[in-house]
């Protein structure tokens, strides 16, 4: 496919990286947001325009890419009055961006493909800078073909883009990946906590642990929060906890129970309770060493 005209709804930090970078490499884009700063700043720079609604945006596009926060919020754009379901063209192709239930995405998808339109799931790894340089890692997944008519365009926004398989397999393995460093800094933030309570220096307990088989970068950012009060790690307790969220429901779909996921989601859980959904994850320390007191 060259050069197709993109949709793309969702101009926050990520999206609105994507975005640009695919705004310097020539494409042209309609777009949507609440916030009408982000939408004026994508404007400014030109060959773009806004849509009303997703049903219009669709009906502009040729790819519809989806940088959104929850399933909820993506089914309501599919699905409303004005929806992309009722807008989309036939041999059009949406991309989720996001991190959603895989249930969801399959359901999707076997709508779309009912009205002659194709889906890819293709939830990203890596920061908003590496989107405004085309640098993410791309999770993507969906049927072969119509992942090879969209791969060009992926690789413009992506280092290392990987195909998992069927529908739903890019956000698996977001869930699942989430899950493991989700439950490192959960693990190492409880470390420090209690190494702290024990009268055991946190700068020493890093030290040891990082020349061993336990360091990582998780490991890292936990420290840069726990020893020396710099919160690094731009993913916050609020997005941990909705992934978590949805990693256990779609255990719960598989027929699995997940009780490990189980203690790091109500541990994160506590801490939006405790008012800390939006710091960083690592900042989960401070709830690990006060709950005590």
Known sequence: MSKPTIGFIGLGLMGGNM????????????????????????????????????????EASDIIMLCLTTSEVVEKIVYGDDGILTGIRSGAVLIDFGTSIP??????????????????????????????DGLLNIMAAGDRETFDKVKPVLEQQGENVFYLGALGAGHTTKLINNFMGMTTVCTMSQAFAVADRAGVDRQQLYDIMSTGPSSSPFMTFCKNYAVDGVS?????????????????????????????????????????????????VPEIFDYFLTRGN
């Open 19 to 58: 975005v640009e970078n695919l705004q310097k490499k020539g494409f042209s884009l309609v777009v949507m947001d609440l916030n009408k700063d982000a939408v004026k700043a994508v404007l400014e720079r030109g060959n773009a325009e806004e849509a009303g609604s997703p049903k219009q945006l669709a």
């Open 103 to 132: 249930a969801s995405t399959r359901r999707i998808g076997k709508d779309l493909a009912a009205k002659g339109a194709g889906m890819i799931d293709a939830p990203l790894g890596r920061t908003p800078a590496h989107a405004k």
């Open 232 to 280: 690094d790690l731009g993913f916050s307790i609020n997005n941990a906890n909705k992934d978590l969220s949805y990693f256990l429901k779609m255990a719960e779909d598989i027929g699995v129970r997940a009780e490990i996921a189980e203690g790091t989601a109500r541990n994160l859980q506590a801490a939006v309770d405790a008012g800390m959904g939006q710091g960083n």
